[in-house]
């Protein structure tokens, strides 16, 4: 009980108490002081590299295409306090050489560090991890591309035609231009299998193409899009032959031939059982326009009106050639009256200018070596023309000419001639 209140006494002393309180605080600032001043070491990381190009290289339009932000560390040493204080900011970490760049190609640059912050008791210990950068240089370019999607193979059934369409027929590039120019095709490289039964939607990966056909991963280079939506419709098909109408032939007359002869196409069923007899008419040939050589002829047509909803499969859909060789066959010319056909019980007619035509004809040699001009009619039909004749005055009309060979001249034909002017006046 004395010692108690012996302690007891003393610690109520103000004075007493504030002398244990230096105390303590001193004791506490020695040992705190002491440790700031240890020598430590530390190592700052993810500090941005700084690289700028020369003048002249920015002049000639180059740049740095970089797939990452390039970072470093260093280690650095110094009191405690300090270098725990430390951040990316209060050191700058640069690349030299860049002096030598002067060119599309990729660099390698070492890196070196210093001091940039206010802090400047501390010491950079080590190189810079890493001791250099890569970088790649060249210039900017953009280029817009078509989208391949010749290289998709779609599987479907037999009777079936597959139509591809995509969200996007063309990607837009940019970046390094000796790295786009390496592009040859931008494709979709994929095998799909259609059933033929319901459009498909899929989403397809694009694949950059070289030259060469191998696959190129794109780097310094960025691509607004990567994948395409991919719709597959499909439907029946079926193959037809073409054929030509033809005008004013003879007998025995040489084939016309078509190239192609004949096409595949694709559209609603309902529309294609309406093609009778596998056939589809393209157009018209007229022997009245042909003389005796070897004639090629382009067609460029369309399906009829009944197949709307079709489509031709083929590279050149609208375009066929006739060939036809009359080259065998002979000529002469023949001179003729034209008379003029009317109702004569109405109107009278009377041929405006010359009553002769001189007729070119072709046909076998040993024929035409016997025809004469009463061995051909040449008529200047009005009745065909009513609807331009006038009861009360003449009219002068244009008049084609329709011209007849004899039955025994059926293996020829006659070249096309030009109409006549016929008067034609009302009976009073």
């Given at each position: 009980?004395?010692?108690?209140?012996?302690l007891?006494?003393?610690?109520?002393?103000?004075?007493?108490?504030?002398?244990?309180?230096?105390?303590?605080?001193?004791?506490a600032w020695?040992i705190?002081?002491?440790?700031s001043?240890?020598?430590?070491n530390?190592?700052?990381?993810?500090?941005?590299?700084?690289?700028?190009?020369?003048?002249?290289?920015?002049e000639?339009g180059?740049?740095?295409?970089?797939?990452?932000?390039?970072?470093?560390?260093?280690?650095v040493?110094?009191?405690?306090v300090t270098?725990?204080?430390?951040?990316?900011s209060?050191?700058?970490?640069?690349?030299n050489?860049?002096s030598?760049?002067?060119?599309?190609?990729?660099?390698?640059?070492?890196?070196?560090?210093?001091?940039?912050?206010?802090?400047?008791?501390?010491?950079?210990?080590?190189?810079?991890?890493?001791?250099s950068?890569?970088?790649?240089v060249?210039?900017?370019?953009?280029k817009?591309?078509?989208i391949?999607?010749?290289?998709?193979?779609?599987?479907?059934?037999?009777?079936?035609?597959?139509?591809?369409?995509?969200?996007?027929?063309?990607?837009?590039l940019?970046?390094?231009?000796?790295?786009?120019?390496?592009?040859?095709?931008v494709?979709?490289?994929d095998t799909?299998?259609a059933?033929?039964?319901?459009?498909?939607?899929?989403?397809?990966?694009?694949?950059?193409?070289?030259?060469?056909?191998?696959?190129?991963?794109?780097h310094?280079?960025?691509?607004d899009?990567?994948?395409?939506?991919?719709?597959?419709?499909?439907?029946?098909?079926?193959?037809?032959?073409l054929?030509?109408?033809v005008?004013?032939?003879?007998k025995?007359?040489?084939?016309?031939?078509?190239?192609?002869s004949?096409?595949?196409i694709?559209?609603p069923?309902?529309?294609?059982?309406?093609?009778?007899n596998?056939?589809?008419?393209?157009?018209?040939?007229?022997?009245s326009?042909?003389?005796?050589k070897?004639?090629?002829?382009?067609?460029?047509?369309?399906?009829?009106?009944?197949l709307?909803?079709?489509?031709?499969?083929?590279?050149?859909?609208?375009?066929?050639?006739?060939?036809?060789?009359l080259?065998?066959?002979?000529?002469?010319t023949?001179?003729?009256?034209?008379?003029?056909?009317?109702?004569?019980?109405?109107?009278?007619a009377?041929?405006?200018?010359?009553?002769?035509?001189?007729?070119t004809?072709?046909?076998?040699?040993?024929l035409?070596?016997?025809?004469?001009?009463?061995?051909?009619t040449?008529i200047?039909?009005?009745?065909?023309?009513?609807?331009q004749?006038?009861t009360?005055?003449?009219?002068?009309?244009?008049?084609?000419?329709?011209?007849?060979l004899?039955?025994?001249?059926?293996?020829?034909?006659?070249?096309q001639?030009d109409?006549v002017?016929?008067?034609?006046?009302?009976?009073s």
């Amino acid at each position: 009980m004395k010692r108690n209140s012996i302690l007891t006494r003393i610690f109520s002393h103000n004075i007493v108490l504030l002398i244990l309180s230096f105390l303590l605080a001193f004791v506490a600032w020695f040992i705190i002081n002491a440790n700031s001043q240890t020598e430590t070491n530390v190592t700052i990381s993810n500090i941005p590299v700084q690289i700028s190009l020369p003048d002249t290289a920015v002049e000639k339009g180059f740049q740095i295409f970089n797939d990452t932000e390039y970072t470093a560390s260093v280690e650095v040493s110094g009191n405690r306090v300090t270098v725990g204080s430390l951040t990316p900011s209060d050191i700058t970490v640069t690349a030299n050489q860049v002096s030598t760049i002067d060119h599309s190609d990729e660099y390698i640059l070492p890196l070196s560090a210093k001091k940039t912050g206010v802090k400047s008791n501390y010491n950079i210990m080590s190189s810079v991890n890493p001791s250099s950068v890569t970088v790649f240089v060249d210039k900017f370019k953009e280029k817009d591309m078509p989208i391949d999607k010749q290289q998709m193979t779609v599987v479907i059934d037999e009777g079936y035609y597959s139509e591809v369409s995509m969200s996007n027929d063309t990607v837009h590039l940019e970046g390094a231009a000796s790295k786009i120019d390496e592009i040859e095709t931008v494709a979709i490289v994929d095998t799909i299998n259609a059933d033929g039964s319901a459009p498909m939607t899929l989403q397809e990966t694009l694949v950059f193409l070289d030259k060469n056909g191998n696959s190129i991963d794109l780097h310094y280079v960025t691509s607004d899009i990567k994948t395409v939506e991919v719709t597959v419709t499909s439907q029946p098909k079926k193959d037809v032959n073409l054929m030509l109408t033809v005008l004013n032939a003879p007998k025995n007359a040489p084939d016309v031939e078509l190239s192609p002869s004949a096409i595949s196409i694709y559209g609603p069923a309902d529309q294609l059982n309406k093609i009778r007899n596998n056939r589809i008419t393209i157009g018209t040939l007229d022997f009245s326009q042909l003389s005796n050589k070897k004639h090629e002829f382009p067609y460029d047509f369309s399906l009829p009106d009944e197949l709307k909803d079709c489509h031709i499969i083929s590279e050149n859909e609208d375009s066929v050639t006739a060939t036809i060789d009359l080259s065998g066959y002979g000529v002469t010319t023949i001179t003729d009256e034209i008379k003029a056909r009317v109702d004569t019980t109405k109107y009278t007619a009377e041929i405006a200018s010359t009553s002769t035509v001189k007729l070119t004809v072709y046909g076998p040699e040993e024929l035409l070596s016997e025809i004469t001009d009463s061995d051909i009619t040449v008529i200047a039909d009005v009745t065909k023309m009513t609807d331009q004749l006038d009861t009360e005055k003449t009219v002068s009309l244009n008049v084609p000419l329709t011209i007849t060979l004899g039955s025994a001249y059926g293996e020829c034909w006659v070249y096309q001639t030009d109409p006549v002017n016929v008067n034609v006046t009302p009976k009073s």
